[in-house]
């Protein structure tokens, strides 16, 4: 089942007199939240909980193991897995009923499990990434840590590298699992990150939760700009490590800033020399995935083009025909991408083909 949804609602009412735009708010701002409780619990997550406003010995702590369940007081073990806050909570006053008059139970985070997202598209290194579990309290289980951070969007396209030239920040499409209540399947809705980026609306800078999948969308035409305002907001590192080999007269890994092209990086290699042969391209787009490219020097071609295309992250260019100038040593210092996926004769016939 899938469901069109926007993952924000902040009760903010605007309108404009005299020409002049003016904000008025209610005391509704006080309790606002994300339009739906998105947050669906799963084995990692631990939480306490307070059962009436009484302190009683049914307050306890507890964790929800690999298999979904939670052992509580006078309960034992009940299954939470698939849950919302809101939704246990319901839950948890009705069982409670049976033992106590009136329960008011409330559920309060110690720490959440790590979150898992996947990543595609117009992004440097596409795949699935963790973002490590977020502690609430600290080691004396009392004091709430005030510097915690929540995975954002703009978090997710950090880990993975930065954004291409190629993306298009406006349609940035993000699928979610939809809780129970609100009828289960997937949700799916459209990021604008230009907007934050802009410093416009950053309420589109959401939070990633479990299990979310991220897609950033390809515009026709490179958008260099883009490039410029996200390494100024931190959206892109600022260099780039790229592998130039071959006859070019300084060979091995190049750090290079985001936006270079490959005739600029053969020329930060020392330039090529006078016997040549094809350049051959080569980037790993995730999943095993290669795109190679062999062509001829054209210190014409525009930049982007298909003989001069912007480079990412753990890209190789490789000068001439002799493959085998690439010692087993360099191979073990190419890039993230390609280390730990093949050997170096594996490396050699993915470039070579």
Do not use: W
């Amino acid at each position: 089942m899938c469901i069109q949804a926007t993952l924000f609602n902040i009760p903010i009412v605007a309108f404009a007199e005299n020409n002049l735009s003016k904000i008025t708010i209610n005391t509704d701002y006080l309790k606002a939240k994300e339009k739906k409780d998105f947050y669906i619990l799963g084995p990692g997550d631990a939480l306490s909980i307070k059962v009436t406003l009484v302190k009683s010995d049914l307050d306890i702590d507890f964790l929800v193991d690999k298999e979904g369940y939670a052992t509580l007081k006078r309960l034992d073990r009940v299954y939470v897995e698939g849950l919302t806050i809101n939704e246990l909570t319901d839950l948890l006053n009705k069982e409670y009923s049976k033992f106590i008059k009136s329960p008011d139970v409330e559920l309060n985070f110690i720490s959440y499990r790590p979150v898992t997202f996947y990543i595609d598209g117009e992004i440097t290194r596409p795949g699935s990434y963790i973002f490590e579990q977020q502690s609430l309290i600290d080691s004396t289980n009392k004091t709430i840590n005030k510097d915690i951070k929540m995975p954002t969007i703009i978090d997710a396209i950090k880990l993975s590298g930065g954004i291409t030239h190629y993306a298009n920040l406006k349609n940035i499409k993000v699928k979610r699992i939809n809780s129970i209540t609100n009828g289960g399947g997937e949700i799916f809705t459209q990021i604008n990150l230009s907007k934050v980026i802009n410093l416009e609306d950053t309420s589109q800078n959401i939070r990633i939760y479990d299990n979310d999948t991220i897609f950033v969308q390809r515009t026709n035409e490179p958008v260099a700009k883009q490039i410029g305002k996200a390494m100024k907001s931190n959206l892109n590192p600022e260099n780039i490590r790229i592998f130039v080999g071959g006859r070019v007269n300084k060979p091995g890994i190049l750090v290079a800033p985001r936006g270079i092209a490959l005739n600029d990086a053969i020329m930060m290699s020392g330039g090529s020399k006078v016997i040549k042969g094809p350049i051959q391209f080569t980037r790993y787009n995730g999943e095993q995935d290669f795109e190679k490219r062999k062509f001829r020097l054209n210190n014409k071609a525009g930049k982007g083009s298909y003989e001069n295309p912007f480079l990412n992250e753990g890209d190789v260019v490789y000068v001439g025909k002799n493959l085998f100038n690439i010692t087993s040593e360099v191979i073990n210092d190419v890039t993230e991408p390609f280390r730990g996926i093949f050997t170096f004769y594996g490396l050699y016939k993915v470039l070579d083909d």
